[in-house]
């Protein structure tokens, strides 16, 4: 699953996006998220500070 940068940097407050947030942008239960990101062996944090480097 890939996570679009322009997802991660949209103005979300200060700190970023959480994974309830970005989960509601692709109009999903953050549960079924989480699971596929566990599905792709990742997770939110691993994708996000990826997107970081």
Not at 5 to 12: F, H, K, S
Not at 17 to 39: C, D, I
Request: charged share 25%.
């Amino acid at each position: 699953m890939v996570i679009p940068r322009e997802c991660l940097y949209q103005p979300w407050g200060r700190g970023g996006a959480t994974g309830y947030q970005v989960a509601s942008a692709f109009l999903m239960n953050p549960a079924t998220f989480k699971r596929k990101l566990k599905k792709h062996r990742t997770s939110f944090q691993v994708l996000q500070d990826d997107a970081r480097k």
